[in-house]
Structure formats: structure tokens, C-alpha cells
């Protein structure tokens, strides 16, 4: 093998192979080359990382994120003449094109990773070198690339770690084996706290207690220095088996909202081992309350055996010593003035029984959990109930998580509010400091509020304090700012909201307090994934910030913090803002693009989960007018809004974004009006659809963007069609076919072919329409990965009506149920609406008119849920229909008298200038005949 960068021998080359793990190195035959650090060998890089099309608009993005789209355009063609000079000087595979998209068919160690990942070759996956993923590509000041490159790292890194639990459950019985590759893991990331976990356990479970806290103390020591903070109580208790608490049994009516966590507490008294409880919750959450209501009834209850020692409140207390003489006077402990304090009260409280409250221990926890482990071992009859707002990781420590108050449903009747536990207490506080206060008739305002402060019963208390002075209105209105609202205020015992959080605030380390200004800025619930891509926040710090009770997790693992925590914190950081947000945008419209470039399967579960984020990110790119951002999800969201609605809301941010996209913005400005083209025709909007669509034409055929003037065309076809202009519509849908098969464009052809099938169909040729619908369905087979889900439901409704119209009922029938059926998996309203017209008409034809109305009344449901006014009033015309063919006036919302209500609004469709509503009640065009027929007595 020769040296890196010397030419190869004369003659085509035997082979090719390019390293990418590392800085990427290409093998020719026996010669080595490292590509440059420069933009070639970034965009080589580029190219073979992601091994399939990538089109160049995208790698201008990637490339020059800050030049225009034009400027860009331009200095991609020059970089590419010198890249492929490159590859020819070693003899290496040239640049392929297809249309607008290029790829570079080199194999690759990522891509050989990728295969034995899909393939379970585990062993192989971790045989790859732990050096990052295109290692030294970097590009000063270009956070776009930067980004790229940490996604694909990220992705290798994921999939390493796959292979690792993989290889986990393999290896589930040798303890050995599971530290060796904790071991590793800790290697790549030595602050990873799964990692940890995994190799303490492991090592217990070897019998290897010794290493496991030797292990334990040198990832500590990592931490403070890294971090500065110490170990998470979850890698504590891995370390250190602890004793797990008892479950809560039913509960019992006691205490305003708290009954099972009070009937927890109850439990606990009862359970002979149980020594040490912590209530731990945010400031505010009524932790202090739950334990006074447990002194209360308690303390008399015959069937407790244990009696009460005492109430000792630690919040005052500044230091240890100073605690200790709270804890002396509240016990009525007496100590010689020599005596060390803690000492003393040690061999005093060792003979004790009974159980004893320590109230507000946080600020002092570190130094208090060495005592009280002390303390329960010395003192074998004695029970202690901890409030905090962190857990105390004390050995037998049984921890209580206080959660907010229950908050009333949005979609239930105001009425029902006042059971809802939140609701009482504002509406008992707001009794006290308002004589008179009219409960039933502001218990919907009451609602409102308590739902916004998010449950917490502090803030509620403190909220309802301002109703002598604002009124509920003006309470309401005010908490537009809660946080000014309820830190100003003070409740009838004094407390303020500002003080608490700022107490807690003041608890933090500054790596806890910089991670918290960080996270505050993200928008909606975030994984641990995201907290490390976009606030730069690891999973062992986010942990600590839930052992500290602000942050919480649920059961699926992902991260929130309560709204008046975010607005805290974000006023304590405000310049983290900038920095979040756009790593943030930029990193949800990589998703989205990646996604519509490689649909496989549906985009619902993203839109689902993710929905916040894109929507945030969305608006962080109106707001900045990032071009890059816009572009990525222009199309997605058009598809998402057209598919699931609702209209008129993606009507107005895609307006919005093409209000504020640069001038020079082309590209973008097509996208959005071919966005805004497709929403408006949706909605029955042909004028403004049309004049979208024209736009996007005139700018594709300037830009001579053929990978994108398919969607235009089609849009107009589209258009034509509803107007019955048919010879048009063939025209721009031909015109899409030609530019699709011209340049290679496989889902051109695809939505070309089933507009033209659709044009055939209307002319009467329905054999023509099959086969264009053949042709579509048949590129989708060859390409499944750009056929989604949502396409393939159009494409079921479209052949389930097709065979409608051939007559072949049974085989319409069931194709059109597993169209409905991919439509309800994928929560796309505005699809359901049309299976179930369709269906409505299968059985109509069919002569089957109560299971018609049944599924007109359905259809008509669902278009109106999604705005499809055309599905509408041709499902309120078949209604009629089937009422004068015997179906029965109850299979229609108010009976006869609403049918005939909705035959009229038929009529007025049928009037209305747009001829896709005249063709509203086809196939049964005398719909309206039949109402009037109604109203003469025919079939009173």
C-alpha cells in the first residue's frame, strides 16, 4: 500500500472503499487518499454518509447556508467540475446525477454499519472504531453543516448503542460481559448515566461490590469536575440497593385532592419496616399541608401504633447547628453546652418510639443525610416523615412524588368543574377575601385559570387572593403574565410563589442552574436526546434536575417543566434564547426533511409527538426569516394540514411565511405557493389555488426547478378538473408526466399518473383510468420508501370509487374499508370523510339506503370536522336521498325537517360558482326536487 495521497498505478481500479469513521479516507485498489478538510471533501463526505439521492438544493443548504439560492446554486456547480476532477486524478467512482439530485455510489465502512445493524450483526456493529463519524469535516461558522455532521453522529452513536442492548440481552446472564461493555460505553461518553448504571449493576451481580464503589466514586468525581454537581440519586441507589416502598392502597376521602397520597402516608405508619418517607415535590405543591393533615388525624387514631414526637421545621434554619437547635427545642431534648449537638441528639433519640416531621430539609440535605442514616440505625422504633424538594438518598429511603392538584376537562361542562379538586380550592380561597364571592357563576373563568397555573396549588391559592382586588375577569386576563401575577402576591399564610422558586433556584449548582435557562426555552415535552442536541443538557444532568423536582418525567420517558418553573427560569436566562431556538429549528426541520425525502410508512407518529417543536420551529423561521428552515418544512406541513387539518390554520402560517420570505427567496416562495395552492383548493378556494398554483409555475419555469414544476402542474390540473376544464387538466397533468419520466422524478410520476386517471374517469373511460391508476400504484411498488401512507389511502379511495362506478360493489366495498381503515390509523380526518362518502354511494348504488345514511351522517361528521365543504353538502344530498327512499328520518340530525334543512344547503352549493359544489349531490342531481317534493306532503 502506498502512502496517503500518491497516485495509483495506471489502469482502472480493481475496487473502492472509503473509511468514514475518522477523518474519511478513500481506498483505491491498495492506495489510500484522505480527502481534504475543504468543501470538496465535505461534500464527498456528504454524499457517501448518506449513500442515495440528495438533491442540490439541499447541499447548497448544507454548503453556503448564508449566500442566496442563486449564489449558492452557482458555486455548487463549480465546486462539483472540481470534485469530479478529483475523483478522477484517484481513479475513484464518478458522481451519479438523476434530475436534480446527485449521489456518490462509493462503499463505505457507515454504510457496511448500517447493514449489519439492519441485519443484527452485532458483534460486527461494535467492532467499529470508536472515532466520530467524518471526523475533522467541521466548518468554522457554519452552524447548518455542523448540524448535519451531528445528526449523522448522533445517528452512528444511536446505532451503536443499539447494538450494545442488543448484545445486552444476549450476554443477559453473564455479568461479566455487561461490565465490559458498560465499560465501553463509558469510553465513548464518560459522563453516560445508563452506562453507569449498567456496569454498577452489573458488577454487583458478579459479586464485584468493592469495583462497583470504586467505580461509583471515580464517576462522581467526573462529574464535579465536569459539572459540578454530584452523582443522581438513581446511580446512588444502583451503587446501594434500597428498600422500595409499599404501594398506596384505595384511597379515602380526607384532604382536598390528596386522598391517595394521604392514605399512603396512613399505610406507611402501619408498615413495620418502614423507618424514613420523603414527600418530594416543586415549592408550592402543598407538601408541608399533606404532612400537617397526617399530624391531624393521626395523632388520635387509636389503630396507629406509633405515637407523634414532634414537628421540626428546618426552613428557617440557615446551617446544621442551627437545625439542630430547632430539632432540640421541638423535641424538648436538653444538651450540655459542650456537647456536639448532633452527637447529643443521636444518644438521645436512641430509645425514642414513635415517628417525628422534619419540614423543608432541601437546603440542608447533603449534610443531613449522613445524620439521619445514623440516626434510624441507632434508633431502631423510630420513624421519620422528610418534606423536601429533593430526595435525601438516604439506605431505606421510600420516596412520595407530590404531583399537581386534578384539574377539571376542558371538554366537560362548566358544571362539572367544581369537583374537580383544583377548582374547589380556588373557589375557597376566593371565598375567604371575598364575601359574596358568586361561585356557580365564575366557575368557568375559575376553570380557566386553574388549568393555565397548571394545577399547582400554591399558585392557585395566590391566584384566587387577587379577586378582592382584580376580580376573576381581571385574575384571568392577568395571566398573560402569570409569573409578575403571582410573585407580587402573597397568600393568606404569607407564602409567595417568587420566593419559593427562587428558593429553589438558589439550591442549584451553576451547571444545574445554566441547564435549567437552557431547557426552559424548548418548547412542549423533549426527550433526553433533545435535551443533549439542543440545549447542550446530559442525561445525568437532567436527572438531577428531576431529583430536585423541577423537571418532570413521565412514563414514556419524556421531559416537561411546569409553566410557571419555564417562565422562572427563562427570566433568569434570557440570552440562552437565542442560541436554543435555533439549534432547535434547525434541528426539527432536519427531521421533517429527512422524513418527507423517506417517508417509510406514515409521518403521524412525528406529528403526534412532536407537534410542539415543529410548530415552535416553524415560527422561529416566520420570525427570523431562515430560509433554510422554511424550505425543509414547507412541503411536510402542507402535506400534514392537507391531509389532517385544519385548514384554515395552515392556510394562515403558510401566508404568514410567504409574507416575510426574502424577495430573493425563489425557491422558498415557490414551495409556499404551491403549499398554499393545494390548502386553498382543499378548502374550496379554487380562485386563490389557482392563483397560487400560476405562481409556483411562473417561478419554477424561471428557476427552471424541473425537480419541483411536477407539484405546480398538478396543482393546476387539479384545478382544471374541478372546473370540468378536462382537455386542460390533461394538458398540465400530461405536461407533470413528461417532466417526472424527462428527469426521473419517481413521485412526479406517481401523482401525475392517478391526476390523469382521475381526468379518464371523468371523460367516462374508465379502462384508460385503471391503467393510469396501475401505473401509479406500479412506481409506488418499485419505489415504497416515497409511497406513504397517507398516498396510499388517496390511492385505496380512488380505486375503491373506480370500482364503484364498474359496477364491482363487493370488491368497492372492501377496498374502500381498508382505505377508511389506513385513514383512521393515520388521524387523517379530511381522508375518512371521503372513504365514507364513497362508501355512502357503494351501498346507495347498491340499494342498501340504511347503511347509506349511516354512512353519509359519517362522512358529513368528518368533513365538517375537517372543512371539506364540497364532502359536505354532497353527503347532506344523499342524505335526503336515502330518507325518501324508507331509511328513516332518525339516520339524519333532526330528522326529516334536517334533511330537507340540508338539501337546501345542497341547492345553494349546487348554486354557488365553483362547479365542484354544482356537482355536489351527484350522482342524485334532483336532490333538491326531492325536498321540495318533502315539504308537499310526500311521505309525511
Request: glycine share 8%.
Amino acid at each position: 500500500m502506498t502512502a496517503p495521497g500518491q497516485p495509483p498505478a495506471p489502469g482502472a481500479p480493481a475496487s473502492a472503499h472509503l473509511s468514514l469513521f475518522g477523518p474519511p479516507i478513500l481506498r483505491v485498489d491498495d492506495h489510500d487518499w484522505v480527502l481534504p478538510t475543504n468543501r470538496r471533501g465535505q461534500l464527498l463526505a456528504l454524499l457517501a454518509a448518506h449513500a442515495d439521492w440528495v438533491r442540490r438544493d439541499q447541499l447548497a443548504t448544507w454548503l453556503w447556508p448564508d449566500h442566496t439560492q442563486a449564489a449558492a446554486r452557482v458555486n455548487l456547480r463549480n465546486l462539483l467540475l472540481r470534485s469530479r476532477q478529483l475523483l478522477a486524478a484517484m481513479g475513484a467512482p464518478a458522481l451519479q446525477e438523476q434530475g436534480d439530485a446527485l449521489r456518490w455510489p462509493v462503499a463505505s465502512d457507515w454504510q457496511q454499519f448500517r447493514a449489519d445493524l439492519a441485519q443484527g450483526r452485532w458483534s460486527a456493529c461494535l467492532a467499529v472504531p470508536s472515532a466520530p463519524l467524518i471526523e475533522g469535516m467541521d466548518a468554522q461558522g457554519n452552524d447548518v453543516l455542523d448540524e448535519v455532521l451531528r445528526r449523522l453522529r448522533g445517528e452512528a452513536d444511536d446505532g451503536w448503542r443499539r447494538a450494545v442492548a442488543q448484545q445486552l440481552e444476549l450476554q443477559a446472564h453473564d455479568p461479566d460481559a455487561r461490565a465490559e461493555l458498560a465499560r465501553r460505553l463509558l469510553e465513548r461518553d464518560p459522563l453516560d448515566e445508563d452506562a453507569m448504571l449498567l456496569r454498577l449493576r452489573a458488577l454487583h451481580d458478579a459479586g464485584q461490590a468493592g469495583q462497583a464503589e470504586q467505580a461509583l466514586q471515580r464517576y462522581a468525581q467526573r462529574l464535579h469536575d465536569q459539572l459540578g454537581i454530584g452523582p443522581s440519586l438513581t446511580v446512588q441507589d444502583a451503587a446501594r440497593p434500597r428498600q422500595a416502598p409499599a404501594p398506596p392502597p384505595a384511597a379515602r376521602a380526607v384532604l382536598l385532592g390528596r386522598d391517595a397520597e394521604l392514605q399512603t402516608l396512613r399505610d406507611w405508619l402501619t408498615t413495620p419496616d418502614a423507618r424514613l418517607l420523603s414527600v418530594v415535590a416543586l415549592g408550592g405543591m402543598g407538601k408541608s399541608a399533606l404532612a400537617q393533615a397526617l399530624c391531624r388525624e393521626v395523632m388520635a387514631d387509636a389503630d396507629v401504633p406509633s405515637p407523634f414526637l414532634g414537628w421540626v421545621a428546618f426552613e428557617p434554619a440557615a446551617d446544621l447547628a442551627s437545625a439542630w437547635r430547632a430539632f432540640a427545642q421541638a423535641l424538648s431534648v436538653t444538651t450540655a453546652p459542650r456537647d456536639d449537638m448532633g452527637s447529643a441528639l443521636l444518644r438521645q433519640l436512641a430509645q425514642r418510639r414513635g415517628w417525628l416531621v422534619l419540614d423543608g430539609v432541601e437546603h440542608l440535605a447533603d449534610a443531613l443525610a449522613p445524620w439521619l442514616a445514623t440516626l434510624l440505625d441507632s434508633a431502631p422504633a423510630l420513624r421519620v416523615l422528610v418534606t423536601s424538594r429533593v430526595r435525601l438518598g438516604v439506605p431505606g429511603e421510600a420516596v412520595l412524588t407530590l404531583g399537581p392538584l386534578a384539574l377539571p376537562a376542558a371538554d366537560r361542562p362548566a358544571t362539572e368543574a367544581a369537583a374537580a379538586p383544583a377548582v374547589a380550592m380556588f373557589e375557597r380561597t376566593a371565598a375567604a377575601v371575598q364575601p359574596g364571592y358568586d361561585t356557580a357563576g365564575h366557575r368557568r373563568a375559575a376553570a380557566t385559570i386553574v388549568r393555565a397555573l397548571e394545577g399547582i396549588p400554591l399558585a392557585i391559592e395566590l391566584a384566587a387572593t387577587w379577586v378582592s382586588t382584580l376580580g376573576v375577569e381581571g385574575v384571568l386576563a392577568a395571566l398573560n403574565e402569570p409569573l409578575v401575577l403571582l410573585t407580587d402576591a402573597s397568600d393568606l399564610r404569607g407564602r409567595s410563589l417568587g420566593a419559593s422558586l427562587a428558593r429553589s433556584w438558589a439550591l442549584l449548582a451553576p451547571s444545574q442552574a445554566a441547564a435549567m435557562g437552557r431547557l426552559a426555552w424548548l418548547p412542549g415535552p423533549f426527550d433526553h436526546r433533545l435535551a443533549a442536541a439542543v440545549a447542550d443538557v446530559p442525561l445525568a444532568l437532567l436527572r438531577s434536575l428531576v431529583d430536585r423536582s423541577l423537571v418532570r418525567v413521565d412514563a414514556d420517558g419524556r421531559f416537561t417543566l411546569h409553566a410557571l418553573v419555564r417562565s422562572h427560569a427563562q427570566s433568569q436566562a434570557p440570552a440562552a434564547r437565542k442560541g436554543v431556538q435555533r439549534r432547535h429549528a434547525r434541528l426539527m426541520a432536519e427531521r421533517v426533511e429527512q422524513l418527507a425525502q423517506h417517508p417509510r410508512g406514515s409521518s403521524a407518529p412525528i406529528w403526534a409527538t412532536d407537534w410542539p417543536h415543529l410548530l415552535a420551529a416553524w415560527r422561529w423561521g416566520v420570525a427570523e426569516r431562515d430560509t433554510a428552515v422554511l424550505q425543509a418544512m414547507a412541503q411536510p406541513f402542507t402535506r400534514r394540514y392537507f391531509t389532517s387539518g385544519p385548514l384554515p390554520e395552515g392556510l394562515g402560517l403558510l401566508h404568514e411565511a410567504l409574507a416575510t420570505a426574502p424577495e430573493h427567496a425563489h425557491l422558498l416562495r415557490m414551495e409556499l405557493h404551491v403549499g398554499l395552492g393545494w390548502l386553498n383548493d382543499r378548502a374550496g378556494h379554487p380562485d386563490e389555488a389557482q392563483q397560487h398554483g400560476r405562481a409556483a409555475l411562473a417561478l419554477g419555469r424561471q428557476l427552471r426547478a424541473h425537480g419541483r414544476l411536477h407539484e405546480s402542474l398538478r396543482l393546476l390540473g387539479g384545478i382544471a378538473m374541478a372546473r370540468l376544464e378536462l382537455d386542460r387538466a390533461a394538458r398540465y397533468l400530461a405536461e407533470a408526466l413528461r417532466s417526472g419520466e424527462r428527469h426521473g422524478i419517481p413521485r412526479a410520476i406517481m401523482g401525475a399518473a392517478s391526476g390523469l386517471g382521475a381526468v379518464l374517469r371523468m371523460r367516462g373511460d374508465l379502462a384508460g383510468a385503471s391503467a393510469q391508476y396501475e401505473r401509479a400504484m406500479a412506481v409506488a411498488q418499485q419505489h415504497p420508501d416515497l409511497a406513504p401512507a397517507e398516498w396510499r389511502a388517496g390511492m385505496l379511495n380512488n380505486l375503491g370509487s373506480l370500482y364503484r362506478e364498474m359496477g364491482d360493489a363487493p370488491r368497492a366495498l372492501e377496498t374502500l374499508a381498508q382505505a377508511l381503515a389506513m385513514a383512521q390509523d393515520l388521524g387523517a380526518v379530511a381522508s375518512q370523510g371521503y372513504a365514507a362518502l364513497n362508501l355512502a354511494l357503494t351501498h346507495g348504488e347498491a340499494g342498501d339506503w340504511a347503511q347509506a345514511a349511516d354512512w353519509a351522517a359519517r362522512a358529513h361528521a368528518l368533513a365538517e370536522a375537517a372543512g371539506e365543504r364540497t364532502v359536505a353538502l354532497r353527503a347532506e344530498a344523499l342524505s335526503v336521498r336515502a330518507l325518501l327512499q324508507g331509511a328513516g328520518p332518525a339516520r339524519w340530525r333532526g330528522g326529516r325537517a334536517g334533511a330537507v334543512a340540508g338539501a337546501g344547503r345542497a341547492l345553494r352549493g349546487r348554486r354557488a360558482s365553483r362547479p365542484r359544489h354544482r356537482r355536489c349531490c351527484w350522482p342524485w342531481p334532483n336532490g333538491w326536487q326531492a325536498a321540495a317534493a318533502t315539504r308537499r306532503g310526500r311521505g309525511r
